[in-house]
């Protein structure tokens, strides 16, 4: 099996640094010459493959792995072909960043059956503000295929990631009386169907904010933060990585505020559909 060559992107300074073995357990040297495969697990909801790429010309392909030998899917077409070398992965060699949201398909629709695998996957600009789509892709990943038109929230279930925590204590003990004041600010709720920037919203210091999606519709939604009444406004981030950034519906906490004065926006971003959105404490 030969693959082709994968630069990291550049600037990028490693964190930690990692050994490889091969199955016989022998030591593995990895180079820009002899790269490290790519292996792909499969399994029950586990996606068939799940990496990307960008090649010297520009076009997107996903790597796939049978186990004998890869063969590469251009995002664009749909049709396997081979990329023009080097390939890099998607990040910040190319200043976009993808979201890809996986679903089982409950029952069967226009380019895919009941059971299949399906990929959402959306290419966002991070180098704008807000982030902004580029590319917008329904891909059948058992068929290898790119599906015409956007498929039937009804006809879908995501699939979640599973998380393991270990050595966590079932119970926690508090000593003493605890005191937690009410939010004294208005939640910013409504419904979007078509693309703009909401808000302010105006978080009490010490309580987590809670942002909820409902409805069907296809997008980004990206929590934006300012000190300066609005006149800048930043994607917040968490490592230095991107946070707040959804394309699917949630119910969850997105941020703690602990300056005064600051301010909460939603940059909402559609392609489709409408959203019902509500951020509050």
């Given at each position: 099996?030969?693959?082709?060559?994968?630069?990291?992107?550049?600037?990028?300074?490693p964190?930690?640094?990692?050994?490889?073995?091969?199955?016989?357990?022998?030591?593995?040297?990895?180079?820009?010459?002899?790269?490290?495969?790519?292996?792909?697990?499969?399994?029950?909801?586990?996606?068939?493959?799940?990496?990307?790429?960008?090649?010297a010309?520009?076009?997107y392909?996903?790597?796939?792995?049978?186990?004998?030998?890869?063969?590469y899917?251009?995002?664009?077409?749909?049709?396997t072909?081979?990329?023009?070398?080097?390939?890099?992965?998607?990040?910040?060699?190319?200043?976009?960043?993808?979201?890809?949201?996986?679903?089982?398909?409950?029952?069967?629709?226009t380019?895919?059956a009941?059971?299949?695998?399906?990929?959402?996957?959306l290419?966002l600009?991070?180098?704008t503000?807000?982030?902004?789509?580029?590319?917008?892709?329904?891909?059948?990943?058992?068929?290898?295929?790119?599906?015409?038109s956007?498929?039937?929230?009804?006809?879908?279930?995501?699939?979640?990631?599973?998380?393991?925590?270990?050595?966590?204590?079932?119970?926690?003990?508090v000593?003493?009386?605890?005191?937690?004041?009410?939010?004294?600010?208005?939640?910013?709720?409504?419904?979007?169907?078509?693309?703009?920037?909401?808000?302010?919203?105006h978080?009490?210091s010490?309580?987590?904010?809670?942002?909820?999606?409902a409805?069907?519709?296809?997008?980004?939604?990206?929590?934006?933060?300012?000190?300066?009444?609005?006149?800048?406004?930043?994607?917040?981030?968490i490592?230095?990585?991107?946070?707040?950034?959804?394309?699917?519906?949630?119910?969850?906490?997105?941020?703690d505020?602990?300056?005064?004065?600051?301010?909460?926006?939603?940059?909402?971003?559609?392609?489709?559909?409408?959203?019902?959105?509500?951020?509050?404490?």
């Open positions: 099996m030969s693959n082709l060559e994968i630069k990291a992107p550049g600037g990028f300074v964190q930690m640094g990692m050994s490889f073995s091969d199955a016989n357990g022998l030591a593995q040297s990895v180079t820009a010459i002899t790269p490290l495969p790519v292996a792909i697990v499969s399994g029950a909801c586990a996606p068939l493959a799940d990496v990307s790429v960008v090649d010309a520009g076009v392909w996903l790597v796939r792995d049978d186990g004998a030998q890869l063969s899917v251009n995002w664009g077409t749909g049709n072909g081979q990329p023009t070398a080097p390939v890099a992965p998607i990040g910040k060699l190319t200043g976009q960043q993808m979201v890809q949201t996986q679903y089982t398909a409950l029952q069967g629709g380019g895919f009941a059971g299949d695998l399906l990929s959402h996957v290419m600009n991070i180098a503000t807000p982030p902004t789509v580029v590319t917008n892709v329904w891909a059948n990943i058992t068929q290898g295929s790119v599906l015409a956007t498929p039937s929230s009804a006809s879908l279930a995501e699939i979640a990631p599973s998380v393991t925590v270990a050595n966590f204590p079932a119970t926690q003990n000593a003493g009386t605890v005191a937690v004041a009410a939010p004294t600010t208005t939640a910013l709720a409504g419904t979007a169907s078509s693309s703009g920037v909401y808000g302010p919203y978080p009490v010490g309580r987590s904010v809670i942002l909820s999606l409805g069907s519709w296809s997008g980004s939604v990206q929590v934006l933060r300012s000190t300066d009444a609005g006149g800048t406004r930043l994607p917040v981030t490592g230095g990585g991107v946070w707040g950034l959804f394309t699917g519906n949630c119910c969850e906490g997105v941020w505020e602990s300056e005064a004065g600051a301010e909460l926006y939603l940059s909402i971003q559609l392609t489709d559909g409408t959203v019902t959105y509500r951020m509050a404490q």
